[in-house]
């Protein structure tokens, strides 16, 4: 019991001073993507939300809409798990990959608010 509280408490002290420079760069995440045969290109932000879709025009030589939707949403996709990713890799310092893919559908802050909520639940306070 104790080390699961040291081990949040560690969290939370990290959390506290690196967290606002964490979820500043978690905020700022943008990947692009491309399609495998490069007509299709799209950017998310952090949480996957498209910013950018770019269609190459030489999808119009072969016209297939149901193709191109399924290249657009397979780079959609593509580009949310690497923008995912991406956000592990920035809290991973101080908050376990497992729990921050817990807090992916909220917002980063949340997950300054939750370790520190875990802690003083911990502690009786």
């Keep these: 019991m104790r080390s699961l509280a ?9 959390l506290v001073e690196e967290g606002p420079r964490m979820a500043r760069e978690a905020r700022e995440v943008s ?15 952090a ?8 269609l190459d025009p030489r999808i ?20 949310t798990d690497a923008a995912q990713e991406r956000v ?16 992916l559908q909220g917002t980063p802050d949340q997950v300054v608010e939750d370790v520190e909520d875990r802690l003083n639940r911990r502690e009786g306070l």
Excluded: N
């Design 6 to 14: 040291e081990t949040l408490r560690g969290q939370f002290e990290r």
């Design 60 to 79: 119009y030589r072969r016209p297939d809409a149901r193709s191109l939707a399924e290249s657009i949403l397979e780079t959609i996709r593509r580009a």
């Design 47 to 54: 949480r996957g939300s498209l910013l950018a879709l770019d």
């Design 88 to 103: 592990l890799d920035i809290f991973e310092p101080a908050v376990s990959r497992d729990d921050m893919r817990l807090h």
């Design 31 to 45: 990947i692009t993507e491309s399609s495998r045969d490069g007509l299709v290109k799209v950017t998310v932000d």
